[in-house]
């Protein structure tokens, strides 16, 4: 990362992850650098949650920041561009399904069990304000793979085919798990 | 989405992994981290050792990976691609060529006083050598692109002739100026040779189109005026409104062949 004079740093301090996207695309290794350290904690604890094979998460990483370096330009170029952190979560994302569909072939990759239905912890009791009661029971009552395919189609924003290949179930079961989700949440909101 | 903050503890049982926080709360945790540039500060604070390992380990990796490879790709400007639909730089060239010879053209004519006009017997084909550059496929490396694109054809053909026009068009004005003949005389049989070209170039392709119509020019028009050293009748003022009902009637025949330029044969 070699030595940074004060005024740089504090003027990359006063950047957002736009703006460091931004510089990126102008070759700035430095801005690089800085989005790396912002972002690369978030990204990996968020990988970890959806993968437990560390390796995998790894690659997928390194692979996502290449990426970032590559393309830098066409979010930067864009000029609907929406946040540079929702961009970076999209090519994790797809690289996530990429890794997953090659290891497919060999062995059946271990994907971390969603956790079992429970009574939620008082501790979240204070965040249940957030999201309606309700809806959040509803979400908390459905099968742990219903939950996955909703998570990986809402949450992680990705499609039917990528859903099957992340999760390792057939695109039928996907749509079928998608459509119970939807008839449960529903109901919790009328 | 919301300006509530998960809290500290909820963020470092989040980055612990596991099965420390029900799905609903994750989920919100998630989807407000994707949003909140400080709560994921405060993330990178709460990692486990774990976590730091790999991102040391990758950290390496991009640093190794980014020396090899080179900086991030250029965009292409939209000026650049403004550009692109109106010129080609293969026409500068032909440019230049014509207007050096409407130059000596203009030079011959006030050195010979008494000679009919050479710039008036030049300018309606003084455009055609630019128009066949631009729709070829010996000139522009970019023809298959063209040939295969659905948006080529006549538009493009036509964005192209105007930029031949826009250079073309000021610089006979300007000799013209030199001269005693009149500037309609000179724009308006140069407009209908070119719109002959165009109409034409669809059937027989453009190229050829502009050999036709310029040796048809030389041959009708060129050659008797030198030899009698009179300019035919169609070539004196009176005839300016003659030209002018030309002009349309080639411009519209032209617009009528817009479909022929879908076909291969207009690229030769």
């Known amino acids: 990362m070699g030595v940074v004079l004060p005024g740089v740093r504090r003027n990359l301090d006063a950047a957002d992850e736009d703006e460091l996207v931004r510089r990126t695309a102008r070759g700035d290794r430095r801005a690089f650098d800085e989005l790396y350290r912002r972002t690369s904690p978030w990204l990996a604890v968020r990988l970890r949650r959806r993968c437990a094979d560390e390796d995998v998460v790894a690659d997928v990483l390194q692979e996502t920041y290449l990426a970032v370096w590559r393309a830098a330009g066409s979010f930067a170029g864009s000029a609907t561009s929406g946040s540079a952190v929702g961009w970076l979560w999209t090519i994790a994302a797809n690289r996530l399904v990429d890794a997953f569909r090659r290891r497919a072939r060999h062995a059946q990759m271990p994907a971390v069990p969603l956790v079992e239905t429970t009574a939620p912890a008082a501790e979240d009791e204070v965040m249940a304000g957030r999201v309606g009661q309700d809806l959040e029971q509803a979400l908390l009552l459905l099968p742990a793979e219903v939950r996955q395919v909703l998570r990986a189609m809402v949450l992680d924003g990705l499609s039917v085919r990528e859903t099957s290949l992340l999760l390792g179930v057939p695109e039928g079961t996907v749509k079928s798990r998608a459509r119970r989700a939807r008839i449960a949440l529903r109901e919790a909101l009328s | 989405m919301t300006t509530h903050h998960p809290n500290l503890a909820v963020i470092s049982r989040y980055a612990q992994g596991g099965t420390g926080l029900d799905?609903?709360?994750?989920?919100?945790?998630?989807?407000?981290?994707?949003?909140?540039?400080?709560?994921?500060?405060?993330?990178?604070?709460?990692?486990?050792?774990?976590?730091?390992?790999?991102?040391?380990?990758?950290?390496?990796?991009?640093?190794?990976?980014?020396?090899?490879?080179?900086?991030?790709?250029?965009?292409?400007?939209?000026?650049?691609?403004?550009?692109?639909?109106?010129?080609?730089?293969?026409?500068?060239?032909?440019?230049?060529?014509?207007?050096?010879?409407?130059?000596?053209?203009?030079?011959?004519?006030?050195?010979?006083?008494?000679?009919?006009?050479?710039?008036?017997?030049?300018?309606?084909?003084?455009?055609?050598?630019?128009?066949?550059?631009?729709?070829?496929?010996?000139?522009?490396?970019?023809?298959?692109?063209?040939?295969?694109?659905?948006?080529?054809?006549?538009?493009?053909?036509?964005?192209?002739?105007?930029?031949?026009?826009?250079?073309?068009?000021?610089?006979?004005?300007?000799?013209?100026?030199?001269?005693?003949?009149?500037?309609?005389?000179?724009?308006?049989?140069?407009?209908?040779?070119?719109?002959?070209?165009?109409?034409?170039?669809?059937?027989?392709?453009?190229?050829?189109?502009?050999?036709?119509?310029?040796?048809?020019?030389?041959?009708?028009?060129?050659?008797?005026?030198?030899?009698?050293?009179?300019?035919?009748?169609?070539?004196?003022?009176?005839?300016?409104?003659?030209?002018?009902?030309?002009?349309?009637?080639?411009?519209?025949?032209?617009?009528?062949?817009?479909?022929?330029?879908?076909?291969?044969?207009?690229?030769?």
């Open chain 2, 23 to 268: 799905d609903a709360t994750v989920w919100t945790v998630e989807v407000h981290l994707e949003e909140c540039a400080d709560c994921r500060a405060r993330l990178a604070g709460s990692t486990t050792g774990d976590t730091r390992a790999l991102l040391d380990r990758v950290a390496a990796a991009v640093d190794r990976g980014l020396d090899e490879s080179p900086p991030p790709a250029r965009l292409v400007q939209a000026w650049s691609a403004a550009r692109r639909r109106w010129l080609i730089w293969a026409l500068a060239p032909w440019l230049g060529m014509t207007l050096t010879a409407l130059v000596c053209a203009w030079m011959l004519e006030s050195l010979k006083p008494g000679m009919p006009s050479l710039v008036l017997l030049l300018a309606p084909v003084a455009p055609l050598p630019g128009v066949a550059i631009a729709w070829s496929r010996r000139v522009d490396p970019a023809w298959e692109l063209i040939a295969g694109t659905p948006g080529a054809g006549l538009m493009m053909l036509l964005r192209r002739t105007a930029t031949v026009l826009a250079v073309i068009v000021p610089a006979l004005a300007l000799v013209g100026a030199g001269t005693r003949e009149s500037p309609a005389l000179m724009l308006l049989p140069c407009l209908a040779c070119t719109a002959a070209t165009i109409g034409l170039g669809g059937r027989v392709g453009v190229r050829r189109a502009a050999i036709g119509v310029g040796a048809t020019w030389a041959a009708v028009v060129v050659l008797p005026t030198l030899v009698t050293a009179d300019l035919p009748a169609f070539l004196q003022p009176g005839s300016v409104p003659a030209w002018a009902l030309a002009t349309a009637a080639l411009a519209a025949y032209a617009a009528t062949r817009a479909a022929d330029y879908r076909g291969l044969s207009s690229l030769s």
